[in-house]
C-alpha cells in the first residue's frame, strides 16, 4: 500500500506545550483505525519511522509523538550512540510521570479527531515507548496495546522521582494487550518479567505474553541486535492483535 509519510501535526499538551506528531497513513481515500506509537528514547529515529510505515501499510493511521517535546526542538533526533544513550535516560528520568500521560491523552485524542482515522485507536511501543503504550491503554479509548520490552514497569522507575504506579494500575486496564521480552534483555530481567506477569494475572487482565531469544531493542533494524525473523514474527503478533480487538469494536 502506498503511504503518506510527510504529515506533521503539532498536538497541544495541557501543562506540556506543543507534542509533535509525525503521521504515517495509507495514500488512498478512507478512513482507517489508528496506532499511537511510541518510540525509544532517542525519539522518531529513521527505525522508528520504517516501523511505523510496516504499520501504516497494513491500513493504519499511525502517529509518532515526540516524547521529549518539552526538553529538546521540535524535530530532534538524538543518536544511537553513547551521547544520544546518556541524554535520552537523562530526560526519561527528568520527564513527570504526569507528563507522559497528559501526552497520551492529547495523541489519542489527536488521532481519533484526524479525519483518515475511524475512532478507533491502539497503541505500539519499544523500550521506554512500551511502557508509554502500556500506560496509553489505560484510557479506555484504547481497544489494544503492543508492549515489546518495557522498562520501568517492573521497577517501578518511569519519570520524574522514579515512582510510577504503572503496577499498582493494571487494576484499570480494559485493552486487550501483549507483551513481547527478550530474554536475553538486561533491562528487564527474569524476577521483573515475573512480577509483571504475576500482576496481569491477579488482575484478571485480558492479555498476551511472548517470550523470545533476543537482545533488547530486537526490533531495531539499524546495529547487531536487529533480529529480522523476530521482527516480523512480532509485527504478525501485533496486526493478529489489532483485528481481534478492532473486530470487537
Known amino acids: 500500500m502506498i503511504l503518506r509519510s510527510d504529515e506533521k501535526m503539532d498536538v497541544l499538551v495541557p501543562g506540556g506545550g506543543t507534542m509533535r506528531m509525525h503521521m504515517f497513513r495509507p495514500a488512498i481515500e478512507g478512513r482507517f483505525p489508528g496506532v499511537l506509537l511510541f518510540s525509544e528514547i532517542y525519539q522518531v529515529t529513521n527505525p522508528i519511522r520504517r516501523l511505523a510505515a510496516i504499520l501504516a501499510g497494513h491500513g493504519y493511521v499511525v502517529a509518532v509523538p515526540e516524547v521529549y517535546h518539552e526538553f529538546e526542538p521540535a524535530g530532534t533526533v538524538l543518536e544511537y550512540d553513547p551521547v544520544g544513550t546518556d541524554r535520552g535516560n537523562e530526560l526519561k528520568y527528568l520527564k513527570p510521570l504526569a507528563g507522559y ?137 501485533t496486526l493478529a492483535l489489532y483485528h481481534r480487538a478492532f473486530a470487537r469494536n
Open 101 to 237: 500521560d497528559a501526552d497520551a491523552k492529547a495523541g489519542i485524542s489527536a488521532l481519533i479527531d484526524h479525519p483518515a482515522c475511524d475512532g478507533r485507536v491502539a497503541s505500539f511501543g519499544v523500550c521506554l515507548g512500551g511502557h508509554l503504550a502500556y500506560r496509553a491503554a489505560l484510557d479506555p479509548r484504547v481497544s489494544a496495546a503492543a508492549c515489546f520490552y518495557p522498562t520501568d514497569i517492573h521497577s517501578g522507575s518511569l519519570g520524574l522521582g522514579r515512582a510510577d504506579d504503572s503496577l499498582a494500575r493494571m487494576a484499570d486496564l480494559k485493552a486487550e494487550t501483549m507483551f513481547v521480552w527478550g530474554r536475553q534483555d538486561p533491562h528487564v530481567p527474569y524476577a521483573g518479567r515475573m512480577a509483571i506477569r504475576d500482576r496481569l494475572e491477579a488482575v484478571g487482565a485480558t492479555y498476551e505474553w511472548h517470550e523470545v531469544n533476543a537482545q533488547h531493542a530486537f526490533l531495531r533494524d539499524e546495529g547487531p541486535r536487529y533480529d529480522p525473523a523476530l521482527f516480523f514474527q512480532g509485527l504478525a503478533w
